[in-house]
C-alpha cells in the first residue's frame, strides 16, 4: 500500500479528502510509491488564511527571536541531511551523493539568513535639515508564495524560505508534486527549531494550486523556479494581479574550450556538469563550444569518460548518474535524441539503451557532435543526459554565439589565458560565468539568476537580493521641537526645503 502525502496548514497535517491526487514515484524501478492530494483553491486559501493569521505576530517577533529559530534549524537540517538526501534520492532519482551536495548548499542560504540582524540594518541620517532626522527601515511585505521545482526539491525551497521568514514574512510553498516530501521535512525541521504555526504552510499540487496562489488577493510576492514558458506565465500573471513577482527561467547553458585549455580537465568538467543529475539542472552544462583546432581531440576525451560513467540506482554507492525523474520526462528528452539524429547531427554515444534491466526511467548519457544552432537539440532547453558539441573557429565565434541564445542563465570559459577570460567574461551576455568553474552557481552570500529568458522580473534568488525582494523599504523623516508645543513658524504653501 503506498504512502499518502498531504498539505501541511497551520503546523498541522491536512485532514481534508482531496477531489485529485498524484502520483510519486520510485525513478529506479518505475514503481509508484505513494500519493500525494492535489490542492484547489479552496486548500490554497486555507493556507493563505493561515499564513495571514500568523503574520502579524511573526512579523513583531524580534531580529534576536527570528534569528534564533534559524539558527536552530540550521543545526537540526544539519543533523538530518544523510536523512533528507536518502528522502530526496527516493522520489527524484539523483544520486545520494548529488542530493547530499544539494542539501549542503541549501544550508549555505540558511548560513546567510542568519545574518538577518546585520542585513535588515536600516540607515539613519541625524539632523538632516535642522531639527530634522531621517531614518530608514526594511519591513516584510507579508504572505509570500514559494513555488519551486522538481529539480532541486531541498535547495530551491531553501533559497527563499529562510530570507522570506528571517524578513518577517510569512509563506505558503507549494513544491513540485513530483518528489513533495522534502518540503515536508523541512517544514517540520523549522517547525521543531520554534518556528510558529502557519508561519509556514506548504500545498501540494499542480498549475491548479499554482493558479490559486498567482489569483490570491492575499499573497503579496512569488517567487517560482521552473521552465522558461511557465516562469513568463507565473510572472505576467503574479504581476498583472498586482503581486512582485521573481520567475527564474530556463537555460541552455555553454561551456567554451579554447585551444590552449587543459582538454583533460575540459573534459572531466563537462562530463561531470553535463550529466550529473542527469543533466535536470538548470545550471547543467548542455552545449560544449569546441574552439578550432581542438574539436576532435576534445570528442575524443568526452567519448572516453561518457564510457566509463556507471548508471544505476541513486542509492547504491557505485552508481554515478541515476534515472530521470517519470516515465514522461524520459521520454521526451529521448525524443530529442531521434531529433538530433533526424536534423543531421552526428551522434557519438547513445544513451536510448542503457542496459539496466527492469523498471525505471532510465536513460544513459548522449553526445552529439558537430550540432548546429537551427537544430532543436541546440534551441531547446532538454532538460536530460544530452550533451552538444558545436563547432566555432574563434573566440568572438564563440561569444558571439552564446549572445545569439535567447537564454542568458550560466556559461563557462576553460583556457589559461588571462586576457581571453577577462574579455569573455566582459562580453558575454549570462548572468552567471565561470572562469574554468563549470557550473557557477554563486555561494549563498552572492544572489542566482540569469538574463534574457532565464529571468523574469529584476531580482534574482538569495542573497542580498532576495533580502531586497522580501521586503519594503520605508523612510521616516522626523521633527521634534525642543519645545513643547512650540509655534510651527505659521503657514508656508512652498515646497519644503532642507536647511
Known sequence: MSEHITHRIAGKSWFGTAERTGEVFDPATGTVQAHVDFAGTAEV??????????????????????????????????????DLARLITAEHGKVVSDAAGEVARALENVEYACSAPQLLKGEFS?????????HSTARPLGVVGVISPFNFPAMVPLWFVPNA????????????????????????????????DGVLNVVHGDKAAVDAML??????????????????????????????????????????????????GAADAAVSAGFGSAGERCMAV???????????????????????????????????????VTAAHRERVASYIDAGLDAGATLAVDGREPGIDGGGFWLGPTLFD?????????????????LSVVRAASLDEAVELINANHYGNGTAVFTGDGGAARRFTGEVEVGMVGVNVPIPVPVGY????????????????????????????????????STAGAASGGVNLRFPGNT
Open 126 to 134: 541625524e539632523n538632516a535639515s535642522t531639527g530634522v532626522d531621517v
Open 446 to 481: 552572492y544572489s542566482f539568476g540569469g538574463w534574457k529568458d532565464s529571468l523574469f522580473g529584476d531580482s534574482h534568488a538569495y542573497g542580498p537580493e532576495g533580502f531586497h525582494f522580501f521586503t519594503r523599504r520605508k523612510v521616516v523623516t522626523s521633527r521634534w521641537p
Open 370 to 386: 558537430r550540432v548546429r544552432p537551427e537544430m532543436p537539440i541546440y534551441t531547446d532547453e532538454i532538460f536530460g543526459p544530452v
Open 286 to 324: 548542455s552545449v560544449v563550444v569546441a574552439v578550432d583546432p581542438i574539436g576532435d581531440e576534445l570528442v575524443a576525451k568526452l567519448t572516453e569518460r561518457i564510457a566509463g560513467l556507471r548508471v544505476g540506482d541513486g542509492r547504491e554507492p557505485d552508481s554515478e548518474m541515476g534515472p530521470l
Open 45 to 82: 486559501d486555507e493556507a493563505v488564511r493561515a499564513a495571514a493569521a500568523a503574520f502579524p505576530a511573526w512579523r513583531d517577533t524580534s531580529l534576536a527571536g527570528r534569528t534564533r529559530v534559524l539558527f536552530r534549524f540550521r543545526e537540526l537540517l544539519a543533523q538530518r541531511q544523510d
Open 165 to 196: 521568514i528571517a524578513c518577517g514574512n510569512t509563506v505558503v510553498l507549494k513544491p513540485s508534486e513530483k518528489d513533495p516530501s522534502a518540503s515536508l521535512l523541512i517544514a517540520e525541521l523549522l517547525a521543531e527549531a520554534g518556528l510558529p
Open 215 to 264: 489569483d490570491h488577493p492575499g499573497v503579496e510576492a512569488v517567487s517560482f523556479v521552473g521552465s522558461t514558458p511557465i516562469a513568463r506565465y507565473v510572472y505576467e500573471k503574479a504581476t498583472a494581479a498586482g503581486k512582485r513577482c521573481q520567475a527564474l527561467g530556463g537555460a541552455k547553458n555553454h561551456m567554451a574550450v579554447l585551444p590552449d585549455a587543459d582538454l583533460d
